[in-house]
């Protein structure tokens, strides 16, 4: 992952300003650890902006739940749901997104394992 966007995110992620949602990237007012991710892609990208779905639901590069393709590229990731070096007892692991949505884990100790395996 490029080493300078990183330590935005984490900064971003631990700065309190963004109210932590689960299952879409936005929704309302509320972020999930990825959508923190296309807010700093956003401050990079002038024009790139949220879009209504459905709801509450918004969208960016037309996507809800995922990082799209040029976020992924701008970032240095290779996944649209970056995975950990977390494991679980089936030996699967877990994703950023499992972390927040699934796990209920908030942005500091996402911050802290993205500081870890990215």
Not at 71 to 85: C, F, H, K, Q, R
Not at 110 to 116: F, G, L, P, R, W
């Amino acid at each position: 992952m490029n080493q300078e966007i990183k330590q935005r995110w984490i900064s971003k992620l631990r700065s309190g300003e963004y109210k932590q949602g689960t299952k879409y990237l936005c929704k309302s007012d509320s972020y999930c650890c990825l959508g923190v991710l296309c807010e700093v892609y956003r401050e990079d990208h002038p024009g790139i902006e949220w879009e209504s779905k459905e709801g509450d639901i918004k969208k960016i590069l037309d996507l809800t739940s995922v990082l799209s393709r040029p976020i992924l590229v701008w970032a240095g990731l290779d996944d649209a749901n970056p995975m950990t070096s977390i494991q679980d007892p089936s030996n699967l692991g877990k994703s950023l997104a499992e972390l927040n949505d699934a796990h209920y884990w908030n942005f500091n100790q996402i911050a802290d394992q993205i500081e870890k395996d990215f």
